[in-house]
């Protein structure tokens, strides 16, 4: 489909392993977005990329966490070394330069992280 | 510090009925606040958005007011159906335009048959 797509969908790891979650934003959209959501809560802001460039990433949690747009498309985040804590639904959004100020954002369907 | 908060954590209504979601804020620094919709293993939807400088805002079925001196949001559906359950959040955008968006928990409906 035309919607943000994210891989993998579902991903069990132990704890102390490396993660990469994949995020192909809807094609046009300049900007992306990666969001935490943790059970019982609504999702938490991670980062925010206008093109390839980083504008926001106050909040990613620590340094174990970094996330890549290369070429302003496709963004990776990256965790290191997992912890338990970590579990979580990692949501990724974009949306067309401009629009992302009013807070209209399309959201992938999200890559369940359980580290165990 | 919880800066948008849904103090209700569930809501159950009959079909055909209103449905009155509540939201609360504690920062009089957003620019626009916004309703999103989520269905089970679906990433959230955009529903509505109301800006700051206004006090309702209307879409067929939904309606969202603001209170700013409250600092109180609300979405009304009217009336409810039941493909409309789902977890709804509130969101809120900061004035500093990052493209920062802060949810609150989410309430869960229930519309029923």
């Known amino acids: 489909g035309a919607g943000v797509s994210q891989t993998p969908s579902n991903k069990v790891t132990e704890k102390g392993k490396y993660v990469e979650l994949r995020c192909d934003p809807i094609?046009?959209?300049?900007?992306l977005y990666w969001y935490r959501q943790s059970l019982g809560q609504g999702p938490e802001f991670l980062i925010y990329?206008?093109?390839?460039?980083?504008?926001?990433d106050s909040g990613l949690p620590n340094d174990r966490f970094f996330a890549v747009r290369p070429e302003g498309s496709v963004s990776t985040l990256k965790i290191q070394r997992t912890e338990r804590g970590d579990s979580a639904v990692y949501l990724c959004?974009?949306?067309?330069?401009?629009?992302?100020?009013?807070?209209?954002?399309?959201f992938g369907e999200g890559s369940r992280l359980t580290v165990l | 510090d919880q800066q948008v908060k849904q103090n209700s954590p569930s809501l159950s209504v009959q079909e055909g009925r209103i449905s009155i979601l509540n939201c609360d804020y504690t920062?009089?620094?957003?620019?626009?606040f916004l309703w999103y919709k989520k269905y089970p293993a679906e990433g959230p939807t955009f529903l509505i958005s109301?800006?700051?400088?206004?006090d309702k805002n209307e879409d067929g079925r939904f309606t969202v007011f603001l209170n700013k001196s409250a600092k109180h949001l609300s979405l009304h559906i009217v009336p409810s159906q039941p493909g409309d359950s789902a977890v709804y959040f509130c969101?809120?955008?900061?004035?500093?335009?990052?493209?920062?968006?802060?949810f609150g928990q989410g309430t869960t409906l229930q519309v029923k048959p």
């Open positions: 959004a974009s949306s067309p330069s401009g629009t992302g100020n009013t807070g209209e954002l399309f």
């Open positions: 094609s046009g959209h300049t900007a």
């Open positions: 990329f206008q093109g390839t460039g980083a504008a926001d």
């Open positions: 920062n009089s620094m957003f620019d626009y």
């Open positions: 109301i800006s700051s400088i206004k």
């Open positions: 969101a809120a955008v900061p004035s500093s335009n990052t493209g920062k968006l802060i």
